[in-house]
C-alpha cells in the first residue's frame, strides 16, 4: 500500500515517481569537412626533382597524393617481385673495392619497397626509390618515379 504524505503518492520504496525524461533536441550533424578527398586530385610536391606521375590514387602512403613525408638517401633498382599488396621487391646492384685482391666484387641488395598504385610497378621495371618513414616492420623506403622497362 502506498503512503500519501502531503497528497503526493509515494512507491512502496518511500520515494516520490520519477518524471520523464525531458525530450531530447535532436542533434545536428557535423557540416562535412572540405579537405576530404582533396588529396586524391591534388599532387604535392616531395621536394625531389622527379617527375610528378600522370594519373592520380587515394593511397595514404602514396608521397604525392597521400601524407608521407621522405627524406634521406635515394636510389636506383629493378623490381623482381610485385606479390605483395603495394610493396616491391627492389634489387639494387652495386660493385665493392676488395683491396687484397685489387678487384671488385659484384654485391646485391634487396629493398621492401612501398609501391603507390599511380606509379603502375611491373617486374622488370627501373624505380627511383627514396627513404621514409617505417612504413611496416620491413618497409622503410617508397617508390618515388618509375623508369620503365629495364634495358
Known sequence: MAKERGGEPTA?????????????????????????????????DIGVDVPKPGRGCEDPHCPFHGTLPVRGQTFEGRVVSTRMLRTAIV??????YIRKFERYEKRTKRFHV????CLDLKVGDRVALMECRPIAKTVSFVAIQNRGAAA
Do not use: F
Not at 533536441?25 to 572540405?34: C, I, M
Not at 634489387?91 to 665493392?96: I, K, Q, T
Not at 612501398?114 to 598504385?117: G, L, Q, R, V
Open 12 to 44: 512502496a520504496s518511500g520515494r516520490r515517481d520519477e518524471r520523464p525524461a525531458p525530450a531530447r533536441k535532436p542533434t545536428e550533424k557535423p557540416p562535412p569537412r572540405e579537405d576530404v578527398g582533396k588529396t586524391a586530385t591534388a599532387t604535392r
Open 114 to 117: 612501398h609501391s603507390p598504385p
Open 91 to 96: 634489387e639494387r646492384d652495386y660493385l665493392r
